[in-house]
């Protein structure tokens, strides 16, 4: 059954360093979003991307934050800083098509623990 | 905004316990209701989902049933096993034109032979 993966599954750095955080969404989805879980709380939307651009961004998704699609394959997320509140657990996701009206399923990966020191 | 408030966890059972994660909710409008499940080293799943009032969703032996009167989506399952140990999302559809779900904090399951 095709499934989400991200790479690394743990990821430690130091403050101020740049992270890159990737994922391989399903081959033939074409919505992708990352999402945020700081332990012990909700998990956060942080973007939706489609056709190469963002189509949603919540409050967290500031200029330090980016995404990319390099290539046919990966969909990645940058952090240019990284702080002490950035450690949390980053989960990607993809869906075959955008929600509305009716919720399209999104699939998520495993995550990727970041942790800032 | 949106928000969504589960119970803590962990919640620990013996096999064959009867489990209740409660899951309240407040949004905008009657959006869908969703329940989440990660199991150990994997990403989350769609569990079930009930799209309007008093629909009841169910999957695995899972149910949950949207009550509007009490804004609630609570997760119910009569007899658990030690494989549906894992962390549960409840979850609502975004509302205001955007269909991002919010999620609530998850609750660990741990049961025990």
């Known amino acids: 059954e095709p499934e989400v993966t991200q790479t690394p599954s743990h990821q430690v750095t130091q403050m101020g360093q740049e992270v890159i955080l990737r994922c391989v969404p399903i081959?033939?989805?074409?919505?992708f979003y990352w999402y945020r879980q700081i332990l012990g709380q909700k998990v956060e939307f942080l973007v939706s991307?489609?056709?190469?651009?963002?189509?949603?961004k919540s409050e967290i998704f500031d200029d330090q934050f980016s995404v990319e699609r390099p290539d046919g394959s990966n969909f990645t997320l940058k952090i240019r800083s990284t702080k002490l509140e950035d450690s949390a657990m980053y989960f990607c996701?993809?869906?075959?098509?955008?929600?509305?009206?009716?919720?399209?399923?999104?699939?998520f990966g495993p995550g990727t623990r970041l942790t800032v020191l | 905004g949106d928000s969504v408030t589960q119970m803590e966890g962990p919640v620990t059972l013996s096999e064959e316990a009867f489990l209740t994660i409660n899951c309240t909710y407040t949004?905008?409008?009657?959006?869908?209701l969703f329940w989440y499940v990660q199991y150990p080293g994997e990403g989350l799943q769609l569990l079930l989902k009930?799209?309007?009032?008093?629909d009841k969703g169910s999957n695995k032996g899972f149910e949950a049933t949207y009550r509007k009167e009490t804004t609630s989506f609570h997760l119910e399952k009569g007899s658990v096993q030690v494989s549906d140990s894992a962390v549960y999302f409840c979850?609502?559809?975004?509302?205001?034109?955007?269909?991002?779900?919010?999620f609530g904090r998850g609750t660990s399951l741990i049961v025990h032979p």
């Open positions: 009930a799209t309007k009032a008093d």
């Open positions: 949004a905008t409008g009657y959006p869908s």
């Open positions: 081959s033939n989805h074409l919505y």
């Open positions: 979850a609502t559809e975004g509302s205001g034109g955007s269909y991002i779900p919010t």
């Open positions: 996701a993809s869906s075959e098509w955008a929600s509305g009206p009716t919720y399209n399923e999104q699939f």
């Open positions: 991307f489609y056709n190469n651009e963002i189509s949603e």
